[in-house]
Every structure is written in structure tokens, then in C-alpha cells.
């Protein structure tokens, strides 16, 4: 099944979804159309790319006038994934976690240190020809533990389901595009209020809907079955 085609599933596969034990006694009959719509959405709002060049990543957001988002990711030149997401079923809140390795960091001021006093000694010494080896071998390994700190080094920005809970957008920001992942977040949040704004009064009728959703982002392999199993339970407890 292409990627491209995320707004369009089989009526088996719904009738399927309608039967899963997971999903109890809560119909699940409307029609997919009904909840993504029966056309990709065109009318584009605002696009957003950003580039890990350290590990070779780069990602491109597309907001859409229809209340649609639609990720892209490449790792080198390899698009690895590409799905639209339905802000009506996305929360506005956003899980914040970040990774420095500082050992790594601590090791390259080591480095840098070691070079600095060999330059030192070789330079007010005649010993330089043991010294400049050292100072050259401690400016490479402060330089490779420099590399390796910002390789390794993220802050992940994730955004979830707005019932269900379950992480369908992470924007993984590194040494070079922590500032543009940081901006982006806004303007995701206000088109998210946007399509919220936009949703059936009726709740049931709404949980019905995200509830498919979490079974269509399955399908294209952006949650997981656990985590899908974990989110219609989360659904299923706002019935009473």
C-alpha cells in the first residue's frame, strides 16, 4: 500500500476493526472518508523542514488548510517515512525529553587539555619530540569527542493523540536544528486548536472517530500494535 495514499483503506479492513475484541462494544462502522476525508488535502497552510546534518536526517512538515499534517523523513538521501496525520485527534500538549552525553563531553575537555599542555611543554622544552605527538593526538581526540558529543547529543519534542495518548509526531532536534525544531512548535499547536475547533459536539461520537484513527496510524506503521492496544484502552475507560 503506498504511503501517498493514507486518506483511502479497504471497507474489509473496517470491517475487521469493527470486530476487534480490543475495540468491546463500540461500534466502529462510519466510514473512514468520514474521519480523513475523502481527497488528500491540498490547500497547503505553511511548510516546515529541518536537517540533523550531524547524523544525516533530515524532516519536512506540510500543515494543510484542511487541518491535515503531513510528515516526511529522510535519512541520507533514503525517504525512511511519510504519513499524514488528522489534527482533530492531536493534543496541544508536548513531552520534552533531551539527551546530553557530558562523559563524552568530559572527555573531549580531556583531550583538549592533554593537547594544550603538550603544545605547552614542547614549545618552552626540547622535548618537543615526544610533546608534539602528544599534542596532536590529544587536538584529534578532543576533535572526534567533539564530533561524537554532537552526534549523540537531541532533545526530542513529541506531540500525542489527544485521548488516547499515544506519540505520533516527534520532531528530534540536534546541536544544528534544536532552535528550528523550537519554533515549529507553535505553529503546529495553533493549527491543532484550529482543527479541534472544528470537531462533532457529540464526545462519544468524536472518541469513535479518534478510536479509528489510532487503527488507521497502525496500519502505516507510525504507532504500534502495543501502543495501539494501550491507546483504545485509554479510549474505552471515557465511555463509563
Known amino acids: 500500500m503506498s504511503l501517498d495514499n493514507t486518506a483511502t483503506m479497504s471497507a474489509e479492513y473496517f470491517q475487521q476493526i469493527a470486530t476487534d475484541e480490543t475495540t468491546e462494544h ?4 462510519e466510514d473512514f472518508a468520514v474521519l480523513a476525508g475523502a481527497e488528500e488535502p491540498e490547500k497547503i497552510k505553511e511548510r516546515f523542514e529541518y536537517r540533523n546534518r550531524t547524523c544525516g536526517k ?9 487541518g491535515f499534517l503531513r510528515v516526511r523523513e529522510w535519512q541520507r538521501k533514503k525517504r525512511v517515512r511519510d504519513y499524514l496525520l488528522s489534527l482533530r485527534f492531536m493534543g496541544t500538549e508536548t513531552t520534552v525529553t533531551r539527551k546530553l552525553p557530558m562523559r563524552v563531553l568530559q572527555v573531549a575537555a580531556g583531550f583538549a587539555g592533554v593537547g594544550a599542555l603538550s603544545s605547552l611543554i614542547a614549545w618552552l622544552s626540547t622535548w618537543d619530540a615526544f610533546f608534539i605527538p602528544a599534542a596532536v593526538a590529544g587536538v584529534v581526540g578532543a576533535v572526534i569527542s567533539t564530533m561524537l558529543f554532537l552526534y549523540l547529543a537531541n532533545e526530542k519534542i513529541m506531540f500525542s493523540t489527544a485521548s488516547g495518548g ?8 540536534t546541536a544544528d536544528s534544536f532552535k528550528r525544531c523550537r519554533a515549529m512548535v ?27 484513527e489510532h487503527y ?18 485509554k479510549i474505552l475507560s471515557e465511555f463509563g
Do not use: W
Open 26 to 29: 463500540i461500534s466502529l462502522g
Open 58 to 66: 533530515r524532516a519536512e512538515l506540510i500543515l494543510y488548510e484542511e
Open 216 to 233: 488507521r496510524l497502525r496500519e502505516f506503521g507510525v504507532i504500534d500494535h502495543d501502543v495501539c492496544s494501550v491507546a483504545t484502552r
Open 186 to 212: 507553535p505553529e503546529i499547536q495553533r493549527a491543532i486548536e484550529a482543527a479541534q475547533a472544528k470537531n462533532i459536539q457529540n464526545r462519544s461520537d468524536y472518541l469513535r472517530q479518534e478510536m479509528r
Open 166 to 173: 499515544a506519540v505520533t509526531l516527534t520532531l528530534r532536534g
